[in-house]
Every structure is written in structure tokens, then in C-alpha cells.
């Protein structure tokens, strides 16, 4: 049994000589034991022995990973707070981690900066739960299938909080601007809960007319209204036992909130045109890139509803405030792109990259997608230089800046170019960057017929 102890003790797991020493000197603290040992089995035989506060481990160990070490530990020790550093944490080692129960996630390359404080924070929380005792849950493993790429400190914290909500059955939020990939966080969600084997629906809300959104939310009965040529199951139903992600909840009229509501409490409903009562046990995900609060004060959304869905609230940050993220996610959609279309691979200057990360991107990761498809459709070069990055100023300008608007679009404008076809197709593009691809959508922007548009942005028109 382990040795009881009024000070705090440290242990540090790494095959890393020079690494043991510097961290050993770095963390040196007053009533702080710091003890070391170069791989995953003696460190298992030292918590053995020793009540161990907290554990600093590597992942790259020997004779098993620190993510197995991790596992071992917390059987052996589930008051031990662990934190793992990794050279370049994936998001599934991010995810994988947390759920089974890392206090952190540490990139190596940020010791230097984040250890110390990450480690007293871990001392003091280790003080505060000395007497509870924390059960370890067995979560699913990461099978790759959740694509959220960035190693920014800010979409880590995502990633822990993704960990750590998706076991329960809580309703949760997920609120950001468009184009941020608050669908994907959805999808991770439910691929790391228990729900996991049933299945994810997904409906946009505001993408269906508010004369059908209730169908496709309940379903119908048999000539219920026009067009019931049969009944149809809603997506409630459809979602039981699984998850139902209801995209852009913003943007869902007051008459389908009050039904909605009562599914939150009761997980019942009827279908449209029928008296039956059905139950439905879906886990509720919704997302939003308006501000409900201020839609529920401006009487646009019930604040009954409001607190039944944001139970637990996950915030995902704009491209902009996660700079460091931006290289990884352009070389990502560069490698899908060339290799979907057979291309020879496309790489991009260093200019290139400073360029994408001085650019506030009020798309998000849809419009740093759209920048990069668009480059790689245009260069003639395996290298993009800033020259070659199409990038489109920021929406939501004021009329009084639109002269200066057009100025700076015809600077940019390619030397020889047919410059009003070139700004035409370049707005064109913008608008249905805006309308996520959807050009029905765009060409009511426009004002134009789908096919004009399409010429427009072909270049033909």
C-alpha cells in the first residue's frame, strides 16, 4: 500500500534523461517531492509504494504508451491527477485522453510556458479531492472517424470539453459563427457516447420552410395536409436511442419551440394529423450562431427553451482568435483537394501562410476551405504565394465604405484580367461562400436565376 505523506509528491514519466532534469529544476517548489523514472513499468512500480499527488507523463514510453500508463494508473490510483505531453497531439489523443480521465494535454513544445502553472493547478486540485473518490468510466476508443483538426490552446479546450460531456445524456449548446465546425464538434459528441451505435440525425432548421418543420420534427399521418400521400416518420422517432442535432435552433419559429419544449421534458410528441402519444429517447445537440439570449429578450425565442437546451454550453472559437490552427487546416484541404482530383501535390510558401493568418476570416474554416479550393483551381504552380490566395474582404460592410470597398477589390484584381467579369464572379463567390454552397440560397441574394449564376462563376456568362 501506498505510503501516506503531508507533502505533496510529483512523479515524471519520461525516457528523456535531459527532459527528467530540466523539468526536476523547473518544478522545484517548496513541500514538493519530485521523483522520476525513465518508463511506464517503473512508474507503476513506484506508485506501488508512494502516494502519488500528481504524474507528469510523456506519451511516446516503454514498455507501453502513456495512454495505456494513463489507464493502469487510474486503476491502481484514481485520485492521481495525470498530464500527459505529447510533441503534436492529434484530436483523437486530445479526446481519447480526457475521456479517460487525463487532467490535461500538453503540447511539448509549450513546457516551458504552461507546465508549472498546469501542475500547481493540478497540486491544488489534487488537495481538494484527497477524500472523494472518483470513479474511472471506460470510454469508446478513438476510431478516427471525428475530423477536427487544430492544436490551438482554445479548440484544445473544446476537445476536453467534448471529452467530458459526451458520457451523459445532458442537452447541449453548441454555439459560434458560421462556418467554425460546430457540426463536427456534433458528431464527436455522439461518436464518444454511449449512443454512439445508433445513429446521429440531423436537421437545419432554418433550412426547411416553418410549414414543414414540424413533419420533419414528428412526422405525419396519412393526409394530414396536401401532399401526405403516406406516413412518414419524423426525425424524432428516427433519432431514438441515437442523437438528434438540431442545426441553427436560432432560426426555428415560436409555434415548434412550444412542441419542442414539451419533447425536452417528457420525450413525447404526436405526429402530425394524429392523437397518438409516441416516446421518443433521443440525446439533444443543438447549434446556433446567433445570440439566443438576446433573441429570448427580444421575444424571438422562449427562455423556457433557451435553459432546457443549455444545459451544458460549448463555445467554439472563430478562426480568428486560433491563428496557430490555420497552417494544419489549409494543408489539410490542400492534400484533400489535390487528391480528390488527382493533382500533383500543392504546397504552400511561407509568405503564403502569413498572408492566410493576417486575414480575419469572418467565414471561418468554410471560407478558409473555399480560399483553398479556389487557389488550387486557379494556380498553374505547386506553390501558392500570397498572389495566388483568392481572399474576399469582409462581409457586413457600411454603404459609406463601399466606394472604398470597390477600390481595393479592383487593386487586387489580376493584371489583364476582364476586370468587371473578374469583380462580378469574385462577389458572386462570396455570396455563395456565404450561403455555404447552397446556390438557390445565393441566387436569391443575387437576385439572378441559378443558372445565370452558375455561369458567373463558371466564367461564361
Known amino acids: 500500500m501506498p505510503e501516506d ?8 514519466v519520461d525516457p528523456d534523461l535531459d527532459f527528467l532534469e530540466w523539468a526536476t529544476q523547473h518544478l522545484a517548489a517548496e513541500n514538493l517531492r519530485i521523483l522520476r523514472c525513465d518508463n511506464a513499468a517503473n512508474a507503476l512500480k513506484v506508485l506501488e509504494n508512494q502516494s502519488i499527488g500528481v504524474v507528469v507523463a510523456g506519451m511516446n514510453l516503454e514498455p507501453f504508451d ?6 493502469r494508473i487510474l486503476q491502481q490510483s484514481p485520485q492521481t491527477l495525470v498530464i500527459l505531453t505529447v510533441g503534436f497531439p492529434s484530436t483523437g489523443q486530445i479526446i481519447e485522453a480526457t475521456h479517460h480521465g487525463a487532467h490535461d494535454v500538453l503540447r511539448r513544445e509549450s513546457l516551458a510556458f504552461e507546465l508549472r502553472h498546469i501542475v500547481e493547478s493540478a497540486l491544488q486540485t489534487r488537495e481538494q479531492r484527497r477524500s472523494a473518490s472518483q470513479p474511472v468510466t471506460e470510454l469508446p476508443k478513438y476510431d478516427g472517424r471525428v ?41 464527436a459528441l455522439h461518436e464518444y ?13 432554418g433550412a426547411i420552410p416553418d410549414n414543414l418543420l414540424e413533419s420533419e420534427l414528428f412526422g405525419h399521418e396519412k ?20 442523437t438528434l442535432f438540431l442545426d441553427e435552433i436560432g432560426d426555428m419559429p415560436l409555434t415548434i419551440q412550444v412542441k419542442l419544449l414539451r419533447v425536452l421534458q417528457d420525450g413525447s410528441f404526436s405526429r402530425v394529423g394524429s392523437n397518438e402519444t409516441i416516446i421518443s429517447d433521443a440525446r439533444i445537440i443543438a447549434a446556433t450562431h446567433t445570440n439566443l439570449a438576446e433573441a429570448v429578450t427580444a421575444g424571438r425565442f422562449r427562455e423556457d427553451l433557451y435553459y432546457r437546451l443549455n444545459v451544458v454550453e460549448i463555445r467554439i472559437p472563430p478562426l480568428r482568435e486560433r491563428p496557430e490552427d490555420i497552417p494544419l487546416l489549409a494543408d489539410f484541404f490542400l492534400q484533400r483537394i ?20 493576417s486575414h480575419s476570416w469572418p467565414g471561418n474554416v468554410r471560407e478558409l476551405e473555399n480560399t483553398i479550393a479556389r487557389a488550387c483551381a486557379l494556380t498553374s504552380s505547386n506553390i501558392l504565394l500570397p498572389a495566388d490566395i483568392p481572399l474576399t474582404s469582409a462581409p457586413g460592410r457600411s454603404p459609406a465604405l463601399l466606394p472604398v470597398a470597390i477600390d481595393q477589390l479592383i487593386n487586387v484584381a489580376p493584371t489583364g484580367v476582364d476586370l468587371l467579369a473578374w469583380v462580378t464572379r469574385e462577389i458572386a463567390g462570396r455570396v455563395v461562400e456565404r450561403a455555404a454552397g447552397d446556390l438557390k ?21
Request: a positive charge.
Open 5 to 12: 505523506s503531508t507533502e505533496d509528491t510529483l512523479l515524471l
Open 147 to 187: 475530423k477536427i483538426i487544430g492544436v490551438s490552446r482554445a479548440l484544445q479546450e473544446v476537445f476536453k470539453r467534448v471529452g467530458r460531456v459526451a458520457k451523459s445524456d445532458a442537452p447541449v449548446l453548441i454555439v459560434g459563427e458560421s462556418g467554425t465546425g460546430k457540426e463536427l464538434v456534433a458528431k
Open 193 to 205: 457516447s454511449p449512443r454512439r451505435q445508433k445513429e446521429m440525425i440531423t436537421i437545419n432548421c
Open 441 to 461: 440560397e445565393a441566387s436569391g441574394v443575387l437576385n439572378l436565376p441559378a443558372d445565370a449564376l452558375r455561369k458567373i462563376l463558371a466564367g461564361t456568362f
Open 223 to 242: 393526409g394530414s395536409f396536401t401532399g401526405a400521400i403516406a406516413r412518414r416518420e419524423g426525425r424524432f422517432e428516427q433519432a431514438d436511442g441515437g
Open 66 to 71: 502513456g495512454m495505456e500508463l494513463l489507464r
Open 338 to 357: 489535390t487528391k480528390k482530383n488527382g493533382m500533383a501535390r500543392i504546397h504552400l510558401a511561407v509568405e503564403a501562410i502569413n498572408t492566410l493568418q
